[in-house]
């Protein structure tokens, strides 16, 4: 394939609203037409709000997750993580958290003490990635990165790249994951352009987080998921300022069976994961 085919806009997503309480919640995907973009599961968007002060915080307690891993992006306020395999941090705006759920964590995900008594600005990201049967039941895991931890850097052009996972026009990103998943937060400046290589046959995650950019010509709103078509490169414009969640992956290309906190590849390994969590496998809870 040559170097000159940039990847296509097929159809486009647009996130629907699903609020949890007083969390403003929008959801891309799964959604109507879309139940994945193989290995990536799911994205919820919260936010952009402002919490007043002597808020409750964000509502979500213990809970358990089996068969894959949980990328969580603090685009603004801070989180406080707790989970029974012993990880535990407050990671703020800029940060994120990788967690392995693989055979099985119960964690809590939840505003710390000085948010709610202060309140202030709130946005947060949470992407679920599919593990293949074979590492479904990895040992769990957790990393928590603050801003700092994260190579930044910014192109020629002026468009700052935040690097997660995987490796980025030559910057290796902090984590690299058990199945090669590159994750990156993408800011452009209005009529900045942005490039970057995608091998053929890999899956490519598009969100428009905020703002207005088109990919291959094609407008792409905020709060869009883009599903792109093939290709070697993916490419960016930017008509407004804008940050976009940016990733991509080999597809697993394999069945998948999921209820509720867990994803599987058989009905049968649902039973057991709820069996497992209720019994104890999971470890304690973590306090909530």
Do not use: C
Request: net charge negative.
């Amino acid at each position: 394939m040559s170097s000159s085919t940039p990847r296509p806009v097929l159809r486009l997503h647009p996130a629907y609203r699903d609020d949890i309480g007083d969390l403003t919640t929008r959801r891309p995907v799964p959604g109507p037409g879309l139940n994945q973009v193989d290995p990536f599961l799911f994205l919820n968007h919260h936010g952009p709000q402002t919490y007043p002060p002597n808020n409750a915080g964000l509502p979500f307690g213990p809970h358990p997750h089996r068969g894959f891993e949980t990328v969580t992006f603090i685009l603004d306020g801070e989180l406080a993580h707790n989970d029974s395999g012993g990880g535990e941090s407050i990671i703020k705006a800029g940060g994120i958290q990788w967690m392995t759920a693989g055979s099985g964590l119960i964690h809590a995900e939840l505003s710390p003490a000085d948010f709610k008594r202060d309140g202030g600005p709130m946005e947060i990201l949470q992407l679920w990635v599919n593990l293949p049967s074979r590492l479904k039941m990895t040992k769990p895991d957790y990393v928590g990165l603050q801003a700092a931890d994260i190579p930044t850097f910014t192109t020629e052009g002026g468009v700052t790249v935040e690097p997660v996972s995987g490796e980025w026009l030559g910057v290796k990103a902090p984590i690299q994951s058990l199945i090669d998943i590159h994750l990156a937060v993408v800011r452009l400046p209005a009529g900045a352009r942005f490039e970057v290589p995608v091998a053929p046959g890999r899956t490519v995650f598009f969100y428009a987080i905020k703002g207005q950019v088109s990919v291959a010509g094609t407008p792409v709103p905020e709060w869009n998921l883009a599903g792109l078509g093939d290709g070697d490169r993916v490419e960016v414009t930017a008509e407004t300022d804008a940050v976009v969640l940016l990733g991509h992956a080999e597809p697993i290309k394999e069945p998948v069976f999921s209820h509720g906190p867990f994803v599987m590849t058989t009905r049968e390994e649902i039973i057991q994961a709820i069996e497992d969590y209720q019994s104890g496998k999971f470890g304690p809870p973590p306090r909530g």
